[in-house]
DNA sequence: TCATTTATGCAACTAAATTGCATTTGAATT
DNA sequence: AATTCAAATGCAATTTAGTTGCATAAATGA
């Protein structure tokens, strides 16, 4: 993807095209993990933290990002699939972490098997797995 | 449960019997949701916060309770089903966050269902779902 | 009841995330 | 291109969750 087309993705979801969320925009389609705030920090020490932390909320807003909470005390956050937009998260994919590398990805191609609750009423549901991760696995014999 | 159960509770977890641990085990027993750091603290306020905090890891590492991280930046915790000890967790339960009262529940009658991803190895599994409570959803029409 | 181990309380600290405010910048309009 | 105004940024300070070190107190087992 190319600064004309990250333009083109803050502006649909009405988001002033600035430097800092550029490289945000940038770092997260080059990455196949989602990133921590300390990752997108160590990578963008330019920017103030504040200014990171609040690039991630208002593209959690927009519908860009989605936020992953960990087990270790901070989040995670990666790209939303493209059905997400400034009304409202539809996730349905997975979320993978692995215990050797500590990476989280997310799995579009696997969804989330719905589970009904009787007289609840459900609106999302999020599934996070745990254990060793591809490129880990080939690592160990 | 009474205090004598309580106090074989601990002993079976290889836990020493004291008054904090009692009152936090008493705490879980008559709470129906999962209770934040904070829930404990207002409750048992006669306890130094370090001392709850360690109650909790002591707690989780010997199976009594397990850890819920929420996506507001702080966990909850609930107790174990019984088959968790002193030798790691099994849980299988699904989680339920109502997004109205904001209380977190176990249903232990709900397991997550199985999962496959190739080439992956899957050790735990958490499925947590949003949505509207039995309670909350009486109180709306 | 004595000795040993473990738990507690206090103070200080770390790390994640937020808030207030002055300044700068983006983009719509003239 | 210059003007304008709302929104974004940077800095300092603050809040909040959770941890660590250490002296004291309490629980267990002999």
Redesign the pocket.
């Known amino acids: 993807m190319k600064f004309s087309d990250y333009k083109k993705l803050l502006k649909t979801h009405e ?7 550029i490289d945000v925009l940038d770092k997260f389609h080059h990455s196949s993990y989602a990133m921590s ?2 990752d997108l920090e160590e990578d963008l020490a ?6 990171l ?3 991630l ?2 593209f959690i807003d927009k519908g860009l990002l989605h936020r992953i909470p960990g087990d270790e ?3 995670s956050y990666a790209l939303c699939p493209q059905e997400c937009g400034n009304h409202g998260h539809h996730h349905d994919h997975v979320h993978f972490k692995c215990k050797l590398c500590g990476h989280i990805e997310c799995l579009p191609d696997f969804s989330i098997p719905k589970v009904e609750v009787p007289e609840y009423e459900i609106n999302e549901q999020s599934l996070v797995l745990n254990g060793v991760c591809k490129i880990c696995k080939k690592s160990i014999p």
């Open positions: 988001l002033r095209v600035t430097d800092c969320r705030f300390k330019e920017y103030d933290r504040v200014t932390y609040r690039t909320h208002s005390g901070f989040a």
